[in-house]
């Protein structure tokens, strides 16, 4: 049966974008329409990613003690939220916990450090730690989070072997205001292009349930799109006591999903990433979201516990997936190099 997400998911497959008008009827499906949303946004998924999930590790180096007053954050000035506060792990303290998330599976390592941008000093003590992460997994991505960034800090970064650099747009242009005052979405879009340009692989994406309108999160998902983004975490509210907005409870479960099946029609290429939230409101419809979304974060979040990392792997394999990078994803790549059998030392001509 043809349904009209699966006539929307032949259009994308076929080269045409989604629509803002498409991505709101994504968002709105009926609820007992979702399981035909998620067997329409899986075959987006399975096309670009197939039965692969990437597994992200967070550190998070420098934990509270922001001055921006991102509403929903539980690091932020004013914020009350009883979070661990301290400044910067040592790069040693860094490394051990990298290792944790590595030998769970980890292919990418996220350094993380909240306030409004770091230093020269900071930035010395970011690539110490990447010098030395590169040199004992030479395999594992690494992802910077430090904030605003000029464009020599950058370059620092990538010289390092930084890989990607995250900065998330958060929310719609149109909703910036009303979540944070101390910097504008502008500020924001200026980092992801610094990073772009110095070769870094731009990681954007946002948090819902920040009251947002339907309009609003199509709007951001299609700027992310315009950003050209190469992952794009979702991120779902926590809504933290002790910040503006605790108690905020926009989300179900279905709303989860169909929010990560909007970013998946309106980005199919792009590693969509279930974020912060996930197990507080995907609940028991995690491993339905892997159909839609091709990436997670392992274990613990920045300031919250996240489900076991055990719990994590498991849900991967009984969902059908592997962890990309993983032995198992290895053994099922059918793209292995063919030795070369022509041209010098046979009688073939090369390429023949
Ligand atoms: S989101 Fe980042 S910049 Fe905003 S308050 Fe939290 S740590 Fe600071």
């Known amino acids: ?74 690091q932020a000035l004013g914020s009350a939220a009883p979070v661990l506060k301290y400044s910067w792990l040592s790069p040693d303290e860094a490394l051990d ?13 996220c350094l993380v450090a909240s306030g409004r941008g770091p230093s020269g000093r900071d930035i010395g003590k970011v690539t110490e730690v990447v010098g030395a992460l590169k040199e004992r997994y030479p395999d594992v991505e690494v992802c910077a989070c430090l904030g605003f ?37 502008a500020d924001r879009v200026d980092t992801v292009r610094t990073a772009q340009r110095v070769g870094l692989s731009p990681c954007s994406g946002l948090i819902a349930g920040l009251g947002e309108t339907d309009e609003q999160l199509v709007e951001a998902l299609l700027a ?14 926590m809504p933290f006591d002790g910040t503006p907005l605790a108690g905020t409870w926009e989300l179900t479960p279905a709303r989860c999903v169909q929010i990560l099946a909007t970013a998946r029609f309106v980005c199919p290429d792009r590693e969509v990433r279930i974020a912060g939230g996930r197990e507080m409101h995907l609940r028991s419809l995690q491993s339905i979201a892997l159909h839609v979304a091709n990436s997670i974060f392992l274990g613990d979040y920045l300031t919250s516990e996240g489900q076991d990392a055990e719990a994590d792997l498991a849900m991967i394999r009984d969902g059908g997936f592997v962890v990309l990078g993983s032995d198992e994803e290895l053994a099922q790549r059918t793209d292995r190099p063919a030795i070369r059998r022509r041209g010098a030392g046979t009688d073939l001509l090369p390429n023949a």
């Open 224 to 237: 992310l799109r315009e950003l050209d983004s190469d992952s794009i975490p979702v991120n779902f509210l």
């Open 1 to 74: 049966m043809s349904t009209p997400f699966h006539q929307l998911a032949d259009r994308i497959l076929a080269g045409a974008p989604a629509t803002a008008d498409d991505a709101l009827s994504v968002l709105r499906a009926d609820p007992a329409e979702l399981m035909s949303l998620v067997a329409a946004a899986g075959r987006l998924r399975r096309a670009h990613f197939g039965n692969t999930v990437k597994v992200n590790y967070l550190v998070n180096l420098k934990s509270g003690l922001c001055q921006e007053n991102c509403n929903y954050c539980s």
């Open 97 to 109: 916990q990298a290792a944790a998330g590595i030998s769970g599976g980890a292919g990418r390592v």
């Open 149 to 185: 960034l000029a464009e020599e800090q950058a370059r620092a970064l990538s010289d390092a072997g930084v890989d990607a650099y995250n900065h998330n747009i958060n929310t719609a242009e149109s909703h910036h205001a009303e979540i944070v005052q101390t910097h504008t979405y």
